[in-house]
Each structure stands twice: as C-alpha cells, then as structure tokens.
T-cell receptor, first 112, second 114 residues
Framework: DQQVKQNSPSLSVQEGRISILNCDYTNSMFDYFLWYKKYPAEGPTFLISISSIKDKNEDGRFTVFLNKSAKHLSLHIVPSQPGDSAVYFCAGGLYNFNKFYFGSGTKLNVKP | KAGVTQTPRYLIKTRGQQVTLSCSPISGHRSVSWYQQTPGQGLQFLFEYFSETQRNKGNFPGRFSGRQFSNSRSEMNVSTLELGDSALYLC?????????????FGPGTRLLVL
C-alpha cells in the first residue's frame, strides 16, 4: 500500500506559466515532506522541503504548500522554464526517523 | 566535491542468480540509504546504514541485504533474483543519519533480470 501518491503521471505546461504538482499521503503521522527532481540518467536531486508545523515554504521559483487536514501537498513552480522539465517525486515521512516514502513521480514537460 | 557514485551502472542477470551493487557516498557522508525504483511504484525504501549499522529497513524480503564498510561505502546484495527485481536501484548519502538530513542521490544501477 503506497503511503504517498502522485496521481498525475504527467503534466504539460507552457513556459512562463505556473506548474502545480500534487501529492497525497495517507499516514497522518508524517511530519516532514520533500520534493525531488530527477533528470533522465541522473539520480534525484533535492528541491525543497516542508515541516508539518508550516503550511508553506518558498525557495525562489519553488513553493510547497501543505494541507494537513487534507493530507495533501503541492509544489508550485512560477514561472515555469523548459529546464524544469523532469520527473518530480514527493516524499513524506517521520522527521525523527529519517525514513521517507516516495510517490511514483510526475513527469513535467515545460514547452517553450 | 565528487557526488555519489554507483557501480555498475547497468547489469543484466538471469533468474536465480545473485547480484552485488556498490555505492560510494559523498566524501564525509556517513549515512547511506538504498531505494528501488520501478515504473509506477516510485521509489521504495530498502534500507539505511550509518556507521556500518543498519538503522532502518523497508518492506523487502530477506533476499535483499546490504552492508556498510568503515569508509562508509555500501554494498547491496540481492540473492535468488526474480524477474520482478528488474529496477533502477538508487543509493543516497547524507552527512549524518539525523532528522531531516538532505539526501544526495547517485545515478543508480539499472538491473535487468531475464
């Protein structure tokens, strides 16, 4: 049973517009969430994280929103750039255990 | 500083064989975690090692094992390979095994079991 789910396998967005990637989790105990970006033939790279004590964390063009009651988080990329085209994984877990469960990924394609 | 390296990058085995994958963490990193990535399943946590000790283990059968050496390098072994073991195996390192440590991933080893 997947504890973290990304229900959209792919997303296509025009350059300059907003990209919104969604992620749902089932374990209400999770208190830490991360987003990773993965290019083909490379390992995932850390993008941004959020603790459950916050509902928003921003880093440049990337903002992660957390809705604990809905067990939902989203990653917003504004403005989207062609170089953002990659697979994005969200992960959730327990901060003190450093053990995280990953979603299946969403492939983002930003069209020039 | 060199990133996480994994060897080999590609591997083809047949059912019933065993395989050993290697991971060299970023210099100074003491924690190494292993993940399996299959289409549609995302990344699934296998295990985490810190200071040569297994700290965490995912829900994988005993055919999957690992170890960590004193220089923090880690190996993962899969015995009696099954077709379903075909996947990309990723290793990630972090400075410590403490809470929320950022993990840095290697490029992965792609294993194909025929």
């Amino acid at each position: 049973d997947q504890q973290v789910k990304q229900n959209s396998p792919s997303l296509s967005v025009q350059e300059g517009r907003i990209s919104i990637l969604n992620c749902d989790y089932t374990n209400s105990m999770f208190d830490y969430f991360l987003w990773y970006k993965k290019y083909p033939a490379e390992g995932p790279t850390f993008l941004i994280s959020i603790s459950s004590i916050k509902d928003k964390n921003e880093d440049g063009r990337f903002t992660v929103f957390l809705n604990k009651s809905a067990k939902h988080l989203s990653l917003h990329i504004v403005p989207s750039q062609p170089g953002d085209s990659a697979v994005y994984f969200c992960a959730g877990g327990l901060y003190n255990f450093n053990k995280f469960y990953f979603g299946s990924g969403t492939k983002l394609n930003v069209k020039p | 500083k060199a990133g996480v390296t994994q060897t080999p990058r590609y591997l083809i085995k047949t059912r019933g064989q065993q395989v050993t994958l290697s991971c060299s963490p970023i210099s100074g990193h003491r924690s190494v975690s292993w993940y399996q990535q299959t289409p549609g399943q995302g990344l699934q946590f296998l295990f985490e090692y810190f200071s040569e000790t297994q700290r965490n283990k995912g829900n994988f059968p005993g055919r999957f094992s690992g170890r960590q050496f004193s220089n923090s390098r880690s190996e993962m072994n899969v015995s009696t390979l099954e077709l379903g073991d075909s996947a990309l195996y990723l290793c990630a390192s972090s400075l410590e095994a403490g809470p929320g440590e950022t993990q840095y991933f290697g490029p992965g080893t792609r294993l194909l079991v025929l």
